[in-house]
């Protein structure tokens, strides 16, 4: 939920420590729709107006943040030159690419890659046709693992332990009317998922958008992240679900076996038509 601004006292903002504040500050600066303004990165973190304008002229001074038209702020050069040169040097995106452009080639969806951050999953990477509807995966972009197919993906990756912790017996935010909310309901699409080697997003992060995920794992069989494709309602029916599931998950294993986990990187193809699993 959004939080009003300035609503929260001086004592309540000393709870977090100015190194909390800042990276709550940068996390709403690189939030897609950019560039930001003062007040509504102030609502997006809750901190005060002073406080965000002091973090932002901290990191503008050093590059990580840049002032622009209207009192706004965008991410600074220093910013985007390290995010680059992290991306260029992970191993995993290094597989990943590849494997997304072939994925959108064959199927002529979006394909993408995320990895968790604790409750939420951090749309990392894209692969789009020319003339695709736009979807909401731009990198950097976050959902809640129970409301998005690569979220379900690698919840349905994780040792059942993880799976309760983020699992809200109150019941879980919903992002459309389609949302699986209740854990019980989550649980039955990650026992899904898990016999699948696949997800499926049924209109449950965007409405009248559908996605189907896999988990990548590690050497030693541990979640690193998660591979999918996307597309709207009418283009993604039950039948090219059927298709395109085995697909991802084919694609996932082939990332998985290239950072050494030891599960087949299969066809993309084989066997889909005739409904195989491994």
Not at 65 to 76: F, L, Q, T, V
């Amino acid at each position: 939920m959004v939080k009003a601004v300035n609503t929260r006292s001086v004592d309540q903002e000393l709870v977090k420590g100015p190194v909390d504040k800042a990276m709550e500050v940068l996390d709403a600066l690189v939030q897609p729709g950019g560039p930001h303004r003062l007040g509504e990165i102030a609502r997006r973190t809750g901190l005060t107006k002073p406080t965000v304008h002091r973090h932002l002229r901290t990191m503008a001074e050093y590059g990580f943040a840049e002032p622009a038209e209207g009192g706004s702020y965008r991410p600074g050069p220093r910013l985007l030159g390290l995010a680059a040169a992290a991306l260029n040097d992970s191993r995993v995106l290094e597989l990943t690419r590849p494997v997304l452009a072939d994925l959108r080639r064959r199927t002529g969806r979006v394909a993408f890659y995320a990895v968790r951050h604790a409750a939420d999953a951090v749309y990392v990477e894209r692969s789009e046709p020319a003339r695709e509807y736009r979807m909401s995966t731009a990198p950097g972009q976050r959902s809640p693992l129970h409301a998005c197919g690569v979220g379900l993906a690698m919840l349905s990756a994780l040792p059942a332990l993880e799976v309760e912790a983020v699992l809200d017996p109150r019941g879980l935010e919903p992002r459309t009317p389609d949302t699986p909310i209740e854990p019980a309901a989550v649980r039955t699409v990650l026992a899904q998922a898990a016999l699948d080697g696949y997800a499926v997003d049924d209109e449950y992060e965007e409405p009248d958008v559908r996605s189907v995920a896999a988990p990548v794992l590690d050497a030693e069989g541990g979640l690193v992240g998660a591979i999918g494709v996307m597309g709207l309602t009418f283009t993604m029916d039950a039948e090219s679900v059927q298709v395109f599931g085995p697909m991802v998950r084919a694609a996932a294993r082939t990332v998985s076996a290239g950072l050494g986990a030891r599960t087949p990187a299969l066809g993309v193809v084989d066997g889909a038509s005739r409904g195989e699993r491994p």
